[in-house]
């Protein structure tokens, strides 16, 4: 190669570099896009997205309420006017997530309108005002959750299939939409009780002639519930207490993993179990509490590692000489750098809280008001019924190793030295 | 290594005491209440009779002591007359609440509120309060008896004995609603004169307030059983909770260990192999595999395995609970195989869920060392690659598993309790699920300090064998 056709090239190049207005990817879209390489745990994630949409669409396929009804008296939507309505749904995760199926769902719309107005503005403007409408659209759904906890609906609602057979019987003629499964979780028919799967009932009758089926999705939503705010509890506990030792350091720091050790010498199944078990009419609320009680020394100690190294670095230093306030140091500086291990950590923590709480309830010493899949297998267990065993045991096992898969593609995605 | 062997042995007294202080107070702040749970099979409430052994069951358990400190030294005459008012609606109209929770406190208070009812008795305005506080007094003077079911059973008759005496002289100084006026000024004067004789006992100094606040509390109480190994007895069966604790620990441990030792001879080749053939179709079916079992749930690999082989769905090789047959088995071997028998199935999933992590754990370490120059230096001098590999690479890559071995101990212990209510052994798992069914604070207490226990001792094995093996590692 000569001289001259060695720098030739050089000119040329130059207008082949990207534009100035090309955005260089943030740090999320880069574990995004590392995350999206692998097959597994980008699958496994629409697995759990998918359990997520069962989970709140479930009165959609499961309800014993007819969508129309007219008994003569006209037309009558009692799906939807049960919805909220605490005879009906008597627990406080129902109506969690029937506020994510309606006004959720509804609060779509408006934030996939300014998604798409909004696309082609630049990466500031765009991602303030996408911001806004997601704050908005949350704000509002949170309104309404509240509003529907604090004054809940409490009209008494008819058994529908009784008066549908009372009135047919009467001569009196019925027009009734039903979901595709027309049965409630909750109720029960002791003359059908422990029957075979069939095509009336799916996965067949539990003891006290609930559906299976309804019972076995409407676990989604305690499984999903117990798992994600017991892990959100604990996680919110561990980073601060974890943030605090180790920024701080000395003293503070030694009492603080005096406490983490002593937490950790206690078997957590014993002491959950010994726990829940003295709590009289213990709620699954109690459960998640229970669960992240002996549970927060994971990130603490996670935390306490990331802050005792990054609180050396140059930019903390920074930060300090700029005379940033301690509390903005440890949570606007140190701390988003320090959240990787812990989101790893956090998904992992999700599948083990829905194991912990399935074990719960498979020994009799879970929230006995709410539909479990560990409850439904002990009752498996009893009556030597396979369908009872293996329908639940598939569906804990589905969604914690979906959960585990999904934790260790985060992992990979996270770690810079597997970035290609 | 033998100092700092010493120093984390110290150290775990400390550790043990907060642990066992989380424990009790986590416990014992727990809603629902022991006494009620325990006095409940007596009958229906508000008996005289029940309310009588309630009592008892309390005292006997400690259960009328505050938790962690006593401020009930501290007490005043006001408070007292607004207890006594309360719990028999003498003035105003309490709410049932507030009845039940003044009754369980002048039951709980007992010494504590002699002085004060001593004072209400001879000098409050309302006649009521007076007589009320009279037979208050009765109650609260009285000394309880131990039990003689536990322990020295002669001595605790003795002590028994002589506190009857005592309390015989004053069997009789009370007055019921309709008694003539005169009984309350027989009484209270009988009262006074014993109160001028006794009013030593019955008032605190600075050093007995101090003392009553740290060492009249359950807690307190419950340490100096502890330090003379005396754990108490179930509330259930009276027998002394060591003695069952100590039954139970050799079910659940020869579990334990047997399943430990198994995933580790099996876990450490698989992963092993696995490392070595990293990348190919054996190595992928492996770890698939691996994840499988290490997403199944316990009780449920426990549940399909007793239905499989010992519900006779499809077979009847095993048999469906306990841990050895009730006839007895004249041979050594005989017998061994037995509980191999028995056992088969338990250790079998047990060892599925430590097997998984563990093989894992060894997959990883061994690649992470096949990576390092040393085996590139080991290859290149010509050695076979079997020696390589088990020589060089499985000896370093093996000492994160043998870390392990401290974390896997306890979670089998934990883990444990699904195992044994699966199969139905009587270890401490059970134990554990029964006690808590029948409210046995003394034996929930015991089985979450003994597994406490082998959880430090597994800790500290794990970090000494760490220490042994890794000779980067210096303690000292």
């Known amino acids: ?420 | 290594m033998l100092q700092y062997a010493v120093k984390r042995i110290l150290w775990m007294i400390p550790t043990f005491f907060m642990i066992s202080l989380v424990v009790f107070v986590l416990i014992n702040l727990a809603p629902g209440n022991p006494g009620q749970a325990g006095g409940a099979e007596n009958g229906q409430s508000g008996q005289s009779v029940q309310s009588e052994s309630v009592i008892f069951f309390k005292r006997q358990f400690n259960l009328d002591k505050p938790i962690l400190v006593n401020t009930r030294t501290r007490l005043t005459q006001g408070e007292v007359r607004q207890l006594i008012v309360t719990a028999r609606s003498v003035e105003g109209t309490p709410t049932p609440a507030q009845i039940i929770a003044a009754k369980d406190a002048l039951e709980d208070y007992g010494n504590y509120l002699v002085r004060h009812l001593v004072a209400l008795q001879a000098d409050d305005a309302n006649p009521d309060v007076r007589r009320l506080a009279t037979s208050y007094l009765l109650t609260a003077a009285t000394l309880s008896m131990t039990s003689e079911t536990a322990g020295d059973a002669a001595a605790a008759r003795d002590v028994n004995r002589e506190r009857d005496a005592y309390n015989r002289v004053f069997r009789d100084w009370s007055c019921a609603a309709a008694a003539p006026p005169e009984c309350v000024g027989e009484t209270t004067a009988k009262w006074q004169a014993w109160w001028a004789e006794n009013r030593s006992t019955y008032e605190y100094t600075a050093a007995e307030t101090a003392w009553a606040f740290f060492f009249d509390t359950r807690f307190a109480t419950y340490w100096r059983n502890l330090v003379h190994l005396d754990f108490g007895v179930s509330a259930n069966s009276r027998e002394p909770i060591l003695d069952l604790v100590l039954g139970k620990l050799k079910y659940s441990v020869s579990l334990s260990l047997t399943a430990v030792m198994l995933a580790y001879l099996v876990a450490v080749p698989l992963g092993v192999y696995s490392a070595v053939r990293s990348g190919s179709r054996a190595d992928t079916v492996l770890t698939a595999g691996l994840f499988v079992l290490y997403s199944l749930p316990t009780f449920f690999t426990g549940t399909v395995l007793l239905q499989l082989l010992s519900q006779g769905t499809p077979v009847k090789w095993f048999p469906t609970g306990d841990f050895q047959s009730q006839a007895a088995i004249p041979t050594t071997l005989g017998s061994l195989a037995d509980i191999a028998w028995h056992l088969a199935l338990p250790v079998a999933t047990s060892t599925s869920v430590a097997l998984a992590a563990l093989s894992r754990y060894a997959r990883t370490g061994v690649i992470d060392v096949i990576r390092a120059d040393y085996i590139r230096t080991a290859r290149a001098k010509g050695l076979e690659e079997p020696v390589v590999i088990i020589k060089h690479a499985v000896r370093n890559g093996m000492i994160p598993i043998l870390t392990l071995l401290g974390g896997i101990l306890p979670v089998l212990v934990s883990g444990s309790v699904v195992i044994e209510v699966v199969f139905n052994i009587p270890g401490m798992g059970q134990f554990l699920v029964e006690s808590i069914g029948q409210r046995d604070y003394n034996a929930v207490m015991a089985v979450l300090l003994a597994s406490a226990v082998l959880t430090l001792v597994g800790i500290l094995f794990s970090d000494l064998s760490y220490a042994l093996v890794d000779p980067r590692i210096n303690l000292d």
């Open chain 1, 1 to 420: 190669m000569t001289d001259a056709s060695s720098a030739q090239p050089l000119p040329q190049r130059l207008p082949e570099r990207p534009p100035a207005a090309a955005e260089d990817p943030s740090w999320l879209q880069i574990v995004w896009g590392q995350f999206k390489k692998r097959k597994i745990p980008y699958y496994s994630m629409w697995g759990v997205f998918g359990l997520f949409l069962i989970a709140v669409y479930a009165p959609v396929f499961i309800s014993n309420k007819p969508f129309v009804w007219n008994g003569g008296d006209g037309l009558e939507f009692p799906w939807l006017t049960t919805l909220f309505n605490r005879n009906t749904y008597e627990n406080a995760i129902d109506i969690f997530f029937n506020s994510l199926l309606l006004p959720g769902t509804l609060l779509i719309v408006p934030v996939a309108v300014v998604w798409r107005r909004t696309a082609g503005r630049p990466r500031r403007a765009r991602i303030a005002a996408r911001q806004r409408a997601m704050l908005g659209a949350f704000g509002a759904w949170a309104v309404a959750l509240v509003a529907l906890l604090a004054f809940p609906l409490q009209a008494p609602t008819p058994v529908y299939p009784e008066v549908e057979a009372t009135l047919e019987a009467a001569g009196t003629p019925v027009t009734a939409v039903y979901a595709p499964v027309p049965y409630s979780y909750r109720g029960t028919d002791i003359s059908k009780a422990m029957e075979g799967p069939s095509t009336e009932h799916l996965l067949g009758t539990d003891g006290a002639g609930s559906d299976v089926f309804a019972r076995m999705v409407f676990g989604t939503r305690v499984s999903l519930t117990v798992g994600i705010f017991a892990v959100l509890l604990y996680i919110t506990v561990g980073t601060v207490v974890g943030a605090v030792a180790g920024f701080f350091g000395g003293r503070l720091d030694t009492l603080l993993m005096r406490i983490v050790e002593v937490v950790i010498c206690i078997p957590s199944l014993f002491l959950v179990l010994s726990v829940a078990a003295f709590i009289p009419e213990r709620s699954i609320f109690h459960i998640m509490l229970i669960i992240a009680a002996v549970a927060w020394t994971g990130p603490a100690r996670l935390v306490r590692a990331e802050f005792l190294r990054l609180r050396e670095l140059d930019f903390v230093a920074a930060a300090r000489a700029s005379g940033f306030g301690k509390a903005s140091i440890i949570f606007e500086e140190i701390l988003p750098n320090a959240l990787g291990p812990v989101l790893v950590s956090a998904t992992f923590g999700v599948a083990s809280a829905i194991l912990v709480e399935s074990t719960m309830s498979f020994l009799g010493l879970g929230d006995i008001s709410v539909p479990s899949w560990g409850q439904i297998l002990a009752t498996g267990r009893q009556t030597s019924s396979w369908t009872l065993i293996l329908a639940p045991g598939f569906a804990i096992f589905l969604t914690v190793s979906l959960l585990n898969l999904l934790g260790e593609g985060v992992r990979d995605a996270l770690d810079p030295k597997l970035r290609s």
